[in-house]
């Protein structure tokens, strides 16, 4: 079966992800501009990607105000648009992960999410032994069962760890932390396709529990060194295959 194109390709990339034309239109440019497309080629204008693609200009106009928001291009007057270096990308918008994580699998790029997830997500779990409420010590119990009937294959693996990850940024009460949850959830799916990849292994349960437990007893500094342990894992199989292999194609 041929791949659809113009129109009929925005169009698939749209249901894909449950959107609309736009959105379609945005991914596929999104796509091409983390991969290079345009590295030696201007980005064309409003006129020609709606020629391209068969859609109209208010498609093209809203879709080229997506990416400037996420840094991948600047319009300006009489300079037209242009696409911006990964430095000026906005890293913490999902789309853009996406896309950086569909370009080339990295180890670097794969570090450097649980880096920052170390960073964050520790002190998330101390603040939630510290503020969570009941509803709070709920939603991580169910994640945790979640992850448990998934281990059963009662559960999709991933969005049960996922369940349990957020609901432990959510019990924390801080909202700056909440930002963060498209970055670990982007970071989970990528570690979990590793982490099977290489070692055949899904999140351990105990040490999730290990969370739960340290978080329902209000154990502060228990829950904060649970959780780096969790994420902490992640890290030693990272480090252990950039050790060995450098990379994994």
Same mark, same amino acid.
């Given at each position: 079966?041929?791949? /659809?194109?113009?129109?009929?390709?925005?169009?698939?990339?749209? &249901?894909?992800?449950?959107?609309?034309?736009?959105?379609?239109?945005?991914?596929?440019?999104?796509?091409?501009?983390?991969?290079?497309?345009?590295?030696?080629?201007?980005?064309?204008?409003? +006129?020609?990607?709606?020629?391209?693609?068969?859609? *109209?200009?208010?498609?093209?106009?809203?879709? %080229?105000?997506?990416?400037?928001? =996420?840094?991948?291009?600047? +319009?300006? /007057?009489? &300079?037209?648009?242009?696409?911006?270096? @990964?430095? $000026?990308?906005?890293?913490?918008?999902?789309?853009?992960?996406?896309?950086?994580?569909?370009? &080339?699998? *990295?180890?670097?790029?794969?570090?450097?999410?649980?880096?920052?997830?170390?960073?964050?997500?520790?002190? @998330?779990? @101390?603040?939630?032994?510290?503020?969570?409420? =009941?509803? !709070?010590?709920?939603?991580? @119990? +169910?994640?945790?069962?979640?992850?448990?009937?998934?281990?059963?294959?009662?559960?999709?693996?991933? !969005?049960? !760890?996922?369940?349990?990850?957020?609901? %432990?940024?959510?019990?924390?009460?801080?909202?700056?932390?909440?930002?963060?949850?498209?970055?670990?959830?982007?970071?989970?799916?990528?570690?979990?396709?590793?982490?099977?990849?290489?070692?055949?292994?899904?999140? *351990?349960?105990?040490?999730?529990?290990?969370?739960?437990?340290?978080?329902?007893?209000?154990?502060?500094?228990?829950?904060?060194?649970?959780?780096?342990? #969790?994420?902490?894992? #992640?890290?030693?199989?990272?480090?252990?295959?950039?050790?060995?292999?450098?990379?994994? $194609?």
């Amino acid at each position: 079966m041929e791949e /659809p194109t113009g129109r009929g390709r925005l169009l698939a990339l749209a &249901q894909q992800f449950g959107r609309n034309l736009t959105y379609g239109l945005l991914d596929l440019l999104g796509r091409e501009i983390v991969t290079g497309r345009f590295r030696d080629t201007p980005f064309p204008t409003e +006129a020609e990607l709606a020629k391209q693609h068969g859609v *109209s200009r208010s498609v093209t106009r809203e879709a %080229v105000k997506m990416l400037t928001a =996420k840094g991948l291009l600047s +319009a300006r /007057p009489r &300079q037209g648009t242009t696409v911006q270096p @990964a430095s $000026s990308w906005n890293l913490f918008d999902p789309d853009v992960l996406r896309w950086l994580l569909e370009r &080339q699998f *990295s180890l670097d790029l794969l570090r450097h999410f649980n880096e920052l997830r170390v960073a964050i997500e520790p002190e @998330a779990a @101390a603040l939630a032994a510290r503020f969570g409420d =009941k509803e !709070d010590l709920a939603a991580i @119990a +169910a994640g945790l069962e979640r992850m448990r009937a998934a281990e059963r294959g009662e559960d999709d693996t991933l !969005d049960a !760890d996922i369940a349990f990850h957020d609901a %432990v940024l959510l019990a924390s009460k801080n909202p700056f932390y909440l930002q963060f949850r498209g970055i670990v959830e982007t970071a989970l799916k990528t570690s979990i396709r590793f982490t099977n990849r290489i070692k055949g292994r899904t999140a *351990s349960i105990s040490d999730h529990a290990a969370v739960e437990r340290a978080i329902a007893a209000h154990d502060v500094e228990g829950a904060r060194s649970a959780m780096r342990h #969790v994420i902490g894992e #992640v890290l030693v199989l990272i480090h252990s295959a950039e050790k060995e292999e450098g990379h994994l $194609s």
